[in-house]
């Protein structure tokens, strides 16, 4: 379930982050290079995740408890403001409940 949800989350991060590099007029070789780079190093901390972990049991609730925390400043701190600025209150709104629906139903799904 967690590896869904975390999949889940990418998409639309990857999709972002392609969208601020090319507002920032970045060349659209460059831009699929470094959103592909991102995407990458997820893999790679995913397989030193793994071996960690198959080592020390004990690290895998530290670790997604560190992760959350992580997340959850990340969205208090950035997220909420920048995607209620500008006028798009409505529709950042109607994401987040459309995204934790989803996160919800992906949990009873997997359970």
């Known amino acids: 379930m967690v590896a869904v949800a975390i999949g889940a989350q990418n998409m639309p991060e990857g999709l972002v982050l392609a969208v601020f590099l090319l507002r920032s007029n970045v060349g659209k070789l ?12 997820e893999v790679v901390s995913a397989v030193i995740g793994y071996f960690t972990a198959s080592y020390v049991d004990s690290l895998i609730g530290i670790g997604l408890a560190f992760a959350a925390g ?41 359970g």
């Open 30 to 41: 460059k831009l699929l290079s470094l959103v592909t780079l991102t995407g990458l190093m």
């Open 70 to 110: 992580a997340m959850l400043f990340i969205a208090y701190k950035e997220l909420i403001p920048e995607s209620h600025g500008h006028g798009y209150e409505r529709p950042s709104t109607y994401s987040f409940i459309i995204g934790l629906i989803i996160m919800i139903y992906i949990a009873h799904w997997f």
